[in-house]
């Protein structure tokens, strides 16, 4: 098992977090996930099982390593993956919109947070379903 990549990411005054991992020869797959405070917004998989066998493994991994954190933040500020982000992060403040009355406002909260951190991806018109 290949040490992987931890790092912090500002994206539109917003500081994500991109892990990539490898799982070893017994599960020969590097996972990378983007984070936002602690929850995942986006996963990508590479299974590398056709290079196990390989007699310069180890370079080989490092390489798929380097590479596929280096596309998850490139893709990130590129702004590939807004839709995932929106989709995911307000499924979250919609969900915190379920909960008992006391703890109601967390959406509210969470949405506002959302809407004025990251105007282009999250759309301050859409306030209706708040009520």
């Known amino acids: 098992m290949m040490p992987g990549f931890n790092e912090n990411i500002s994206y539109k005054n917003v500081v994500f977090h991109i892990q990539t991992e490898d799982g070893g020869l017994k599960c020969p797959v590097i996972t990378s996930l983007l984070y936002y405070k602690g929850?995942?917004?986006?996963s990508r998989k590479t299974d590398y099982s056709g290079l196990v066998?390989?007699?310069?493994?180890?370079?080989?991994?490092?390489?798929?390593?380097?590479?596929?954190?280096?596309?998850?933040?490139?893709?990130?500020?590129?702004?590939?993956?807004?839709?995932?982000?929106?989709?995911?992060l307000e499924g979250a403040a919609d969900n915190a919109?379920?909960?008992?009355?006391d703890r109601h406002s967390c959406g509210k909260v969470?949405?506002?947070?959302?809407?004025?951190?990251?105007?282009?991806?999250?759309?301050?018109d859409d306030k209706n379903k708040e009520k």
């Open 39 to 42: 929850a995942v917004l986006v």
């Open 53 to 88: 066998d390989s007699p310069d493994i180890g370079r080989k991994v490092r390489e798929l390593l380097g590479r596929q954190h280096k596309g998850m933040v490139n893709d990130l500020k590129a702004g590939i993956f807004d839709d995932k982000i929106r989709k995911n």
């Open 97 to 101: 919109m379920h909960l008992p009355r």
């Open 110 to 124: 969470l949405r506002d947070s959302l809407n004025n951190a990251m105007p282009d991806i999250f759309d301050k």
